[in-house]
């Protein structure tokens, strides 16, 4: 029997009259080229969960054609124009409704403050897609890993400070019209945080990243609150979800701080 006259039993009507919200595929790796805010070809690993809304009549969707859309082509995308790929999954499926989840890596290269040398900082991204009845909906989040140094502990201190590495989270959605880019968002988080940082670095780097720590002291809730101000004052901006995470390296417990707003 050819493939043709093989029965087609997730095209099968279904008579439960339930709606499934999403179906599809969860945690599939495939290779993307993710582009940059400077138009440059970042190569990385996607992992994807790829889903529809299923109709209450039909009883199964085609698992297969969410690969087969990562396989057609190079995997090749920016921020601005991930909505194709959520459209392609829309069109394909036959569905009014489609989600996109993707994380990723992505790598970009920094020089150090003192010897300019220069090295891969990589950072967690998550891009999500909706698609509605043709409107698509782009946001992203990203994981800023940076310095913070607490102000009490310099302040009651005779010598020294304790510090600790932070993860700041920023999820943003751009407003209709405007253009935000992933950059946008670890600028800021590495530069309200009381130092950012590199993957090498030399001993008069070392020095002034110390250094620039020690002048930049700042809580957990100082973190959130600076880069808030700066949330709420963009207009590319109309939704953030912000988050600050302290690894105390005097408990045995992180410091953590949240502010989200819908503008």
Same mark, same amino acid.
């Given at each position: 029997?050819?493939?043709?006259?093989?029965?087609?039993?997730?095209?099968?009507?279904?008579?439960?009259?339930?709606?499934?919200?999403?179906?599809?595929?969860?945690?599939?790796?495939?290779?993307?080229?993710?582009?940059?805010?400077?138009?440059?070809?970042?190569?990385?690993?996607?992992?994807?969960?790829?889903?529809?809304?299923?109709?209450?009549? =039909?009883?199964?969707?085609?698992?297969?054609?969410? &690969? #087969?859309?990562?396989?057609?082509?190079?995997?090749?995308?920016?921020?601005?124009?991930?909505?194709?790929?959520?459209?392609? =999954?829309?069109?394909?499926?036959?569905?009014?409704?489609?989600?996109?989840?993707?994380?990723?890596?992505?790598?970009?290269?920094?020089?150090?403050?003192?010897?300019? /040398?220069?090295?891969?900082?990589?950072?967690?991204?998550?891009?999500?897609?909706?698609?509605?009845?043709?409107?698509p909906e782009v946001m992203m989040k990203v994981v800023v890993p940076v310095t913070s140094l *607490?102000? *009490?502990?310099?302040?009651?201190?005779k010598y020294g400070a304790h510090n600790q590495r932070s993860h700041i989270t920023i999820k943003?959605?751009?407003?209709?019209?405007?253009?935000?880019?992933? #950059?946008?968002?670890?600028?800021?988080?590495?530069?309200?945080?009381?130092?950012?940082?590199?993957? /090498?670095?030399?001993?008069?780097? #070392?020095? &002034? &990243?110390?250094?620039?720590?020690?002048?930049?002291?700042?809580? /957990?809730?100082?973190? &959130?609150?600076?880069?808030?101000?700066?949330?709420?004052?963009?207009?590319?901006?109309?939704?953030y979800r912000l988050e600050s995470e302290n690894f105390e390296s005097i408990h045995n417990h992180?410091?953590?701080?949240?502010?989200?707003?819908?503008?």
């Amino acid at each position: 029997m050819s493939a043709s006259n093989l029965p087609d039993t997730q095209n099968r009507k279904d008579t439960r009259k339930i709606v499934i919200d999403k179906v599809g595929i969860k945690d599939i790796s495939h290779p993307i080229i993710f582009i940059d805010r400077e138009s440059n070809k970042v190569p990385t690993i996607g992992n994807f969960t790829m889903t529809v809304t299923l109709p209450e009549h =039909v009883k199964g969707t085609h698992m297969s054609r969410f &690969v #087969e859309i990562l396989n057609d082509g190079p995997c090749e995308f920016s921020v601005h124009n991930f909505d194709r790929i959520i459209s392609k =999954v829309s069109s394909r499926l036959n569905s009014d409704m489609a989600h996109i989840k993707l994380g990723f890596m992505f790598f970009r290269k920094k020089k150090a403050p003192a010897s300019g /040398v220069e090295s891969m900082m990589d950072y967690q991204v998550t891009l999500y897609g909706l698609i509605n009845k043709g409107t698509p909906e782009v946001m992203m989040k990203v994981v800023v890993p940076v310095t913070s140094l *607490c102000p *009490c502990s310099k302040s009651i201190s005779k010598y020294g400070a304790h510090n600790q590495r932070s993860h700041i989270t920023i999820k943003a959605r751009a407003a209709i019209g405007k253009k935000l880019d992933l #950059e946008d968002l670890i600028d800021l988080a590495e530069r309200k945080a009381s130092s950012e940082l590199f993957g /090498v670095l030399k001993r008069d780097d #070392e020095k &002034v &990243v110390t250094e620039r720590a020690y002048d930049n002291p700042a809580f /957990v809730e100082d973190l &959130v609150r600076d880069i808030a101000i700066e949330l709420n004052n963009d207009e590319k901006i109309n939704y953030y979800r912000l988050e600050s995470e302290n690894f105390e390296s005097i408990h045995n417990h992180s410091a953590y701080a949240v502010i989200e707003n819908q503008k």
